[in-house]
């Protein structure tokens, strides 16, 4: 069955037997109403923590580790240095 474009109409407050006026006061409530609900969900969602401050925490420096270890495990002392591995072997340096 092909209906033609031109019997439909393009008023739809005719097929549910409401005004515009009454379509727009249906759609603030429904608005109103939305609103409400998105209000009561959110009032019932956990609140974030209040801030708490910090205390200022020293952190040990790449210096300051390096030279605690190399107090710790003397024969370790220059084990990570790289000029030592990239010398030819036999000795001359």
Do not use: C, H, K
């Not at 393009?10 to 109103?32: H, M, T, V």
């Not at 209000?39 to 605690?68: C, H, M, S």
């Amino acid at each position: 069955m092909v209906v033609s474009g031109g019997d439909m109409t393009n008023y739809p407050y005719i097929l549910f037997n409401q005004s515009p006026e009454d379509l727009r006061r249906i759609g603030a409530r429904g608005g109103r109403a939305y609103g409400r609900n998105r209000r009561g969900l959110r009032a019932q969602r956990p609140r974030p923590l209040e801030a708490v401050e910090r205390r200022d925490l020293r952190l040990e420096t790449t210096a300051e580790a390096i030279a605690a270890l190399d107090a710790q495990f003397p024969w370790l002392r220059g084990a990570g240095d790289r000029s030592r591995d990239l010398q030819e072997p036999g000795g001359s340096s």
